[in-house]
């Protein structure tokens, strides 16, 4: 059982920054993957970012933009140059793998942040 707790969201003017944290608890020995997704009213879940060891991956809209880094059970998304369809709700996510075979891979989200970007 992994719970992840999320801050650092809220009202930002475009143009500004804002850095978003999760802090994992539990068996964190479990997760190998760690991440963001955002939700926009009407539109779908979508990944923002995450990062597995050595290897991370950025959607193609926030590229040069956004910083996701790890460290220990904290996962950090830095965001410059903010946008107003940077607006949506901001989800932490965490992927583990557990049993003995190594077959039972759930997933574990957090309970979201709203970020908004406007003047």
């Known amino acids: 059982q992994v719970q992840l707790v999320e801050s650092g969201g809220g009202l930002v003017q475009p143009g500004g920054s804002l850095r978003l944290s999760c802090v994992a608890s539990?068996?964190?020995?479990?997760?190998?993957?760690m991440g963001w997704y955002r939700q926009a009213p009407g539109k779908q879940r979508e990944l923002v970012a995450k990062?597995?060891?050595?290897t991370i991956n950025y959607a193609d809209s926030v590229k040069g933009r956004f910083i996701i880094s790890r460290n220990g059970a904290t996962v950090y998304l830095q965001m410059n140059s903010l946008k107003p369809e940077d607006t949506a709700v901001y989800y932490c996510?965490?992927?583990?793998?557990?049993?003995?075979?190594?077959?039972?891979?759930?997933?574990?989200w957090g309970q979201g942040t709203q970020v908004t970007v406007s003047s």
């Open positions: 996510n965490a992927d583990t793998i557990q049993g003995v075979s190594q077959l039972a891979r759930p997933s574990f």
């Open positions: 539990g068996s964190i020995g479990t997760i190998h993957t």
């Open positions: 990062v597995s060891g050595s």
